[in-house]
């Protein structure tokens, strides 16, 4: 899939995906202060506006080679950039009782492991050191977790099984 949306090979890839509106990229910039390279952190979804202010808050960080942002991508190939990620993270920042990010799902089942936010709705779906690494929404909290999961395999393949196992649980046929 890398070479399909020419993002590079051989690097750790954070990706988030999915609309900027309630979701903190501030926070995943910073975080990228504590995740070494060369791992990239790729954020799809953003608007044009979105993007240039995104790739300021970069340069003005000192990591704009270190971050990289796509606009919105059609729906078909959304999923082939998830799938090109190593790690999937999701920054909310503004919780409403009862909602969860519908990302979440699409991250489940692509089988990666997940860093999150928490919130009572998204405990639900996602469980602490069982399917993602659930934080709080801080840069260092983020990163710590980034760097648990890139530095211990053995947990990133145990989120990403039991992210897969858990997709099972959300499906249209499941949920009916």
């Not at 340069?59 to 190939?77: A, F, M, Q």
């Not at 530095?151 to 499941?174: C, G, K, P, V, Y």
Request: aromatic residues 10%.
């Amino acid at each position: 899939w890398r070479d399909r949306l020419e993002l590079p090979q051989g690097i750790p890839l954070i990706m988030y995906a999915g609309s900027f509106l309630w979701y903190s990229w501030e926070v995943l910039i910073q975080m990228m202060h504590i995740v070494p390279p060369p791992a990239l952190l790729i954020l799809v979804g953003a608007k044009p506006e979105e993007k240039e202010l995104i790739e300021q808050f970069s340069r003005k960080e000192g990591l704009e080679k270190r971050v990289r942002v796509i606009t919105r991508v059609s729906p078909v190939r959304y999923p082939l950039y998830v799938l090109s990620a190593d790690i999937l993270v999701n920054p909310l920042r503004i919780f409403y009782p009862g909602s969860v990010s519908s990302k979440i799902f699409e991250y489940l089942a692509a089988g990666k492991p997940i860093v999150s936010s928490g919130g009572k709705a998204m405990e639900e779906v996602l469980c602490h050191e069982k399917n993602a690494l659930l934080v709080g929404l801080s840069a260092e909290q983020f990163g710590k977790a980034v760097m648990r999961i890139l530095n211990d395999h053995s947990l990133a393949a145990a989120l990403s099984r039991e992210a897969r196992r858990s997709a099972q649980r959300f499906t249209w046929e499941t949920r009916a």
